[in-house]
């Protein structure tokens, strides 16, 4: 049976494509929705992939991703820099949490530099575009012992 996994999903991310292209690239959400998926069933991972524009909803999808044991990668967004609930919820987790960024976070302004998510993240992938969230599946894989990392890969 394949180990859930939860891909969670913050504010705007509904509009990647046509959201300042020229920072987060032309790939939309559907399709990075669809790769990952594709991935995740190679991988033996049940995806459950969301997106929402509310704080709260998020919140309560973290606590369903505890509640069924899963495994979360989550791109919070605007929801990484000041949402202590979500913070809060994540920490609840106790199967790995990997936070994406499709930008560097790192190299914009200030705002956008020191997300609460990655005080309890696993790890943290970000400025490597929507390709993020098919390393991050990996990394999931190999901390839920599903894959191994060849030793001359590492």
């Not at 790995?96 to 005080?119: A, D, F, G, K, M």
């Not at 992938?125 to 599946?137: E, K, Q, R, T, V």
């Amino acid at each position: 049976m394949p180990h859930p996994l939860f891909v969670l999903n913050g504010s705007d991310l509904n509009l990647l494509g046509r959201r300042e292209p020229q920072l987060y690239g032309a790939t939309t959400l559907p399709e990075i929705q669809q790769r990952t998926e594709a991935l995740a069933a190679e991988l033996g991972l049940a995806c459950d992939f969301r997106q929402t524009n509310h704080e709260g909803v998020l919140v309560d999808w973290i606590q369903e991703a505890f509640l069924k044991d899963a495994a979360v990668i989550i791109n919070p967004a605007g929801f990484s820099f000041d949402c202590i609930p979500v913070l809060d919820a994540l920490k609840l987790l106790t199967k790995p949490l990997i936070e994406v960024h499709i930008t560097n976070i790192h190299q914009r302004s200030v705002h956008y530099q020191e997300s609460y998510v990655s005080l309890v993240a696993n790890g943290v992938i970000c400025g490597l575009g929507a390709s993020g969230y098919l390393l991050a599946l990996r990394a999931v894989s190999e901390a839920l012992g599903l894959t191994q990392v060849d030793s001359a890969e590492a």
